[in-house]
């Protein structure tokens, strides 16, 4: 889930990113990504921010049951590569981006069902819009980074600072 959050903050340069960025995250390359799997992961993190952008928990439920239907199939057990058994939520011959939907969109919905809805937000820091999902154990996060979690701290230190009266 990682890679959709980074696809949806760092959006693709072509079929070769996408690739490069698909395997940086460990997921195996079974198909060659090709600009029409661009165009699909295009429209997919277009659903995700109407996901991310739900204002309520059943708005987003809606949603993402919406996006199951769109992106994943009936699970099958397999070994198609030898690796031993596991579950897939895709067609055998699903193109890279069916794989790449199909693989995050369940995997959101494990995440979401099993730690709360509210797990998925836009960056608390106002110029930015990046998009997160909350992996934290107590699920408070606020921002996309570090970096934008430590640009607010400072805006908020030196904004109290400079309200504090003189020779304090």
Avoid: K
């Amino acid at each position: 889930m990682h890679i959709v959050i980074d696809l949806l903050n760092r959006p693709p340069a072509g079929p070769g990113d996408l690739a490069a960025r698909w395997a940086e995250a460990g997921m195996p390359l079974e198909r060659a990504a090709g600009p029409d799997d661009c165009a699909m992961v295009r429209d997919y993190l277009a659903d995700w921010c109407r996901l991310i952008d739900a204002v309520t928990d059943a708005d987003r439920v809606a949603l993402l049951n919406e996006m199951l239907a769109r992106y994943a199939t009936q699970p099958t057990v397999t070994d198609h590569d030898g690796t031993g058994w596991h579950i897939h939520y895709r067609h055998d011959d699903a193109s890279f981006a069916g794989i790449l939907t199909a693989a995050t969109t369940v995997a959101a919905a494990q995440h979401l069902t099993g730690h709360g809805m509210h797990r998925l937000g836009r960056c608390a820091l106002p110029e930015c819009a990046g998009a997160y999902l909350d992996f934290s154990r107590p699920g408070r996060q606020r921002y996309c980074s570090h970096a934008c979690a430590n640009r607010d701290a400072v805006r908020r230190y030196r904004t109290s600072r400079r309200a504090r009266p003189a020779g304090r």
